[in-house]
């Protein structure tokens, strides 16, 4: 009886040089019309969390000044009117962002004043708590895609290129707003007084708007210290939540 002998294909096939290149061409095509919609995707993420991180801070400025009844003031790094962006009224810098080695875009300050005992002065004193919001790349002040169009629920100044529409007790343009132990948002001037210089109720809203050119964000910070983020709508031609 002859004996069988039995054959084991081992079951691997092996790639021809073709169909390895066949491979690499799809690959290539793929990450070709990828990659812009990738870097679209991360740029208009930054964009958002730069929104999301500003309405942060005008939220956490407001929520500290009522629990410790000490005034807390939200600076902003955007030009105002020919005024030397990212410092206080008195020309402190607004910190260094350990990102971008510059200022920090936002700053919230815990003003207690010269003497302490948050009496506020409105100035950038050594020894005071601040909390810095750190830049997001490819993020700018103002508008690009809805131009000169405020947000409807805008109470600031109606010119917003600068980024901001936040005005002054005297009613200029503002790179800054005081949040009163009340909670209420109040303009001021640089001399801070109290009596003169801090604003009343209404005198503190405002917004602030950023841009990555595909997208605008608007911050809008009412009156009475709520604070909404809406995204410009091309398509519409108009803003919405």
């Known amino acids: 009886m002859r004996s069988r002998t039995r054959i084991r294909h081992s079951g691997k096939a092996g790639f021809t ?12 095509i ?5 990659t812009p919609a990738m870097e679209r995707f991360f740029v208009n993420l930054r964009a958002r969390s730069a929104a999301r991180s500003t309405a942060d801070a005008l939220r956490i400025a407001r929520v500290e000044a009522i629990r410790t009844g000490i005034p807390h003031i939200v600076f902003l790094s955007a030009a105002a009117s020919g005024d030397p962006p990212a410092t206080d009224p008195a020309g402190t810098a607004l910190g260094a962002d ?7 875009p936002v700053l919230v300050l815990r003003d ?3 003497g302490g005992g948050g009496n506020p002065n409105c100035l950038i004193d050594a020894g005071e708590i601040q ?3 750190t830049a997001q790349r490819d993020v700018a002040w103002g508008s690009t895609l809805s131009g000169v169009t405020s947000v409807p629920s805008d109470t600031g100044l109606a ?7 936040f005005r002054t007790r005297a009613g200029a343009p503002a790179t800054w707003v005081l949040f009163r132990p ?3 948002p109040v303009g001021f001037n640089a001399a801070c007084d109290p009596d003169d210089d801090l604003g009343g109720v209404g005198s503190g809203g405002g917004a602030i708007y950023l841009t990555n050119g595909l997208r605008d964000y608007a911050i809008v910070l009412s009156p009475l210290g ?8 091309a398509g519409a031609g108009a803003w919405t939540n």
């Open 30 to 34: 793929v990450a070709a019309f990828g």
């Open 226 to 233: 709520s604070v909404r983020v809406h995204i410009w709508n």
């Open 159 to 165: 010119d917003h290129s600068t980024g901001s529409s």
């Open 112 to 114: 207690e004043g010269d």
């Open 17 to 28: 040089l073709v169909e390895v290149m066949i491979v690499v061409a799809i690959i290539g």
């Open 131 to 133: 909390q810095g919001i």
């Open 98 to 104: 350990p990102g971008t080695g510059g200022p920090f």
């Open 182 to 184: 009340d909670g209420i």
